[in-house]
């Protein structure tokens, strides 16, 4: 997949280059990315991209000619959608990850400051897209949220061909708890199934305990979901075990 990224901190960008899933993924050739400075695009011999609000108030805004300038030169490179992580989008979720990682290229504007001029946001942007229900203080991290989260999607990158396919949300429920050694830690054993070596008796286990965190922690996932028999049995099993 490649990604172009819009951005007047482009150093900040080494993260994903140089650690983690993400760094496996520029190494395997799975993730190609390309880092877009609006500064280049300044005429001014600052450097110049933001400029005060018209009508005043608070604040800078980041300036329509340098945008403009380095989202079409991004664009035409990559010929991918263009998204500008916004507070304003949708807040990203699991199904709109898939649809994205579905798609070859994509172009991410990353804002600073109060934002980005609404002309380029109504001219050059295709969509936007939140990381949630709060402000950062520019669409950075937020861009790297998405691209990490885009790399776990991408075929071949996990270790595991199937480990995201288990992750949260990927099937509508949550993950299932996880141990490792040792076998009993400040007197807490692992549960016994697990050591076993039943599959069956695992696959069983770890479904009930997907239901039961998901009715814990997140029971909105659960309103819209059609149970099957076992999964009505196993959740019932598990809300018996825990009164
Ligand atoms: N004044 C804007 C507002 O209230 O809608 C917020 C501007 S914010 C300080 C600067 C930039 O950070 C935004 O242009 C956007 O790129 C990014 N940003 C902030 N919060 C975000 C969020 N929740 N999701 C995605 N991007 C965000």
């Not at 885009?150 to 141990?179: K, T």
């Not at 400040?186 to 599959?199: A, F, K, M, Q, S």
């Not at 965190?213 to 825990?242: G, I, Y």
Request: contains cysteine; charged residues 30%.
């Amino acid at each position: 997949m490649r990604i172009d990224v819009v951005t007047i901190f482009p150093q900040m960008f080494a993260t994903v280059r140089e650690y983690g899933m993400t760094r496996i993924a520029v190494e395997q050739g799975a993730l190609a990315m390309h880092l877009w400075d609006p500064r280049s695009y300044s005429e001014d011999s600052y450097k110049r991209v933001d400029d005060r609000p018209y009508g005043g108030g608070p604040g800078m805004v980041m300036q329509a000619p340098q945008m403009v300038k380095a989202i079409r030169a991004a664009r035409e490179a990559s010929r991918g959608k263009v998204i500008c992580l916004s507070p304003q989008g949708p807040v990203l979720n699991y199904s709109r990850l898939r649809e994205l990682s579905e798609e070859p290229a994509l172009v991410l504007v990353a804002g600073r400051y109060e934002g980005i001029d609404q002309r380029v946001l109504d001219n050059e942007v295709d969509d936007e897209l939140s990381i949630g229900d709060y402000v950062v203080a520019g669409g950075e991290l937020p861009a790297m949220v998405l691209i990490e989260a885009l790399v776990r999607q991408l075929p071949g990158v996990l270790g595991n061909e199937n480990s995201a396919d288990a992750d949260s949300f990927s099937n509508g429920l949550l993950d299932w708890p996880h141990f490792t050694r040792p076998e009993v830690f400040e007197g807490e054993r692992v549960p016994e199934v697990l050591l076993g070596g039943n599959h069956e008796e695992i696959r069983r286990w770890r479904l009930k305990e997907a239901l039961g965190q998901t009715w814990l922690k997140r029971p909105d996932l659960l309103e819209c979901r059609n149970m099957s028999d076992e999964e009505q049995m196993l959740l019932a099993e598990f809300k018996a075990e825990h009164p």
